[in-house]
């Protein structure tokens, strides 16, 4: 609601000890959610005014939703979208690109998948190489990931070609992971257990798991079957 929010962003304020955020997203909305924020009384109500007070400078929207994410960019409040992708996420690249055609900014988080990808430097360089990429927010844990995530970000020279084999190898190793599995690509998104997956060699795990489900599946519509006769 409009009172909620604008007492979450006094409470940002005072938590950070500052008088100004610079940035002031809405947090991952469901469809149902995200109507009542832009809905009469809704907390966008607070965001236009705390933004016309000088309290923050700007409002973005946070996804993990295709269909969110291009419902996003018809409404003309959002000035950032913040959404994941990787050299495995990369079903909303199309929606990026209309990102830049709008002039909305776009901001690439997991650029890592949640930790599963090892070579953090090639995960940094391979979304900076997107130009459509405004910025991405990689966690750090010390000082030392800081410098490493900065010089990879520094480091604005084309991705090599040993770099882009590298790139593929791992498509298409979770490609085939997820054929294997026998599940859906429709939209060519990779979660993260895939990726861990690819990393860990644990193929044999999931196909036992797998097994143990359908298993568990087929006894339970046997149940259902003795039920019923």
């Known amino acids: ?82 959404f994941p992708y990787t050299m495995v996420e990369s079903q909303g690249k199309e929606l990026i690109s209309k990102c830049a055609e709008k002039n909305i900014g776009f901001i690439a988080m997991k650029p890592l998948a949640g930790g599963a ?35 990879a970000a520094n480091d604005t020279s084309p991705l090599t070609s040993g770099e882009r084999e590298k790139i593929e190898q791992i498509k298409d190793t979770c490609f085939l992971l997820v054929q294997k599995l026998g ?16 990393q860990s060699d644990v193929i044999k795990a999931y196909e036992e798991a797998k097994k143990k489900y359908e298993e568990t599946v087929h006894a339970k519509e046997q149940l259902e079957q003795l039920k019923v006769d």
């Open 183 to 198: 599940l859906s690509n429709d939209d060519k998104m990779y979660t993260k257990d895939f990726v861990i997956a690819v």
């Open 117 to 151: 990808i090892d070579d953090g430097d090639l995960a940094l360089r391979y979304i900076l190489n997107n130009p459509e990429v405004t910025v991405v927010i990689p966690g750090m844990a010390d000082v030392k990931e800081i410098k490493q995530n900065a010089a």
């Open 1 to 82: 609601t409009r009172e909620a929010m604008a007492g979450d962003i006094d409470i940002s304020l005072k938590n950070l000890g500052t008088t100004y955020i610079d940035l002031y997203q809405v947090h991952n909305p469901s469809p149902k959610d995200l109507e009542t924020v832009i809905s009469c009384g809704g907390a966008l109500e607070a965001l236009f005014e705390a933004k016309e007070k000088g309290k923050i400078g700007h409002v973005g929207i946070t996804l993990h939703s295709l269909e969110l994410f291009e419902r996003a960019l018809e409404l003309p409040w959002v000035e950032t979208v913040m």
